[in-house]
T-cell receptor
């Protein structure tokens, strides 16, 4: 079952904050976040394992609510370089098989 | 460290022709994945290898798609015969311990 991302698209000014959500109908083992710029390969941002932990570096962080089967990506004080399409990839079940199912993506545009 | 290498970068073929894509994963990465990414959508897993064995090929259209990973390193993905709906970017990714994916730049296939 494909996870659902919201919103589908976001337009921000530099310095503004954004939240991207990812919801699944299945119990999750982990959630991965990737960013893809136009014409390029997706780039790994972070992975969250079940347990409700929050991870992040610099101004990009994420949380994982295992009970709600949801994850949120937080982009703080956005920069022009944050523009791109963000995908969550979910791993179902109780163990790590490596298989990910990706959401449909959230397009983020940061304007000067 | 060298990234995931894919070739060719672009390919245009007529429907009913055959095509093959090549992937060289990061050295030491036992898990290799082939994804299909249709424009505007998230990557969709086609097949997952662990060393030279298939872990998951449930979404591979086996009547026309085939993949192999001889000797547990390089991999090839073949489509024969191609259909118009196969037009997409084919992404190869590899991972260490089935953790974060490192994606190649992909092969953009256009079927006319």
């Amino acid at each position: 079952q494909q996870p659902v991302q919201s919103p589908q698209a976001v337009i921000l000014r530099e310095g503004e904050d954004a939240v991207i959500n990812c919801s699944s109908s299945k119990a999750l083992y982990s959630v991965h976040w990737y960013r893809q710029k136009h014409g390029e390969a997706p780039v790994f941002l972070m992975i969250l394992l079940k347990g409700g932990e929050q991870k992040g570096h610099e101004k990009i962080s994420a949380s994982f609510n295992e009970k709600k089967q949801q994850s949120s990506l937080y982009l703080t004080a956005s920069q022009l370089s944050y523009s791109g399409t963000y995908f969550c990839g979910t791993a179902d079940g109780s163990s790590n098989t490596g298989k990910l199912i990706f959401g449909q993506g959230t397009t983020l545009q940061v304007k000067p | 460290e060298a990234g995931v290498a894919q070739s060719p970068r672009y390919k245009i073929i007529e429907k009913r022709q055959s095509v093959a894509f090549w992937c060289n994963p990061i050295s030491g990465h036992a898990t290799l994945y082939w994804y299909q990414q249709i424009l505007g959508q998230g990557p969709k897993l086609l097949i997952q290898f662990q060393n030279n064995g298939v872990v998951d090929d449930s979404q591979l259209p086996k009547d026309r798609f085939s993949a192999e990973r001889l000797k547990g390193v390089d991999s090839t993905l073949k489509i024969q015969p191609a259909k118009l709906e196969d037009s997409a970017v084919y992404l190869c990714a590899s991972s260490l311990d089935r953790a974060s994916h490192v994606f190649g730049s992909g092969t953009r296939l256009t079927v006319v």
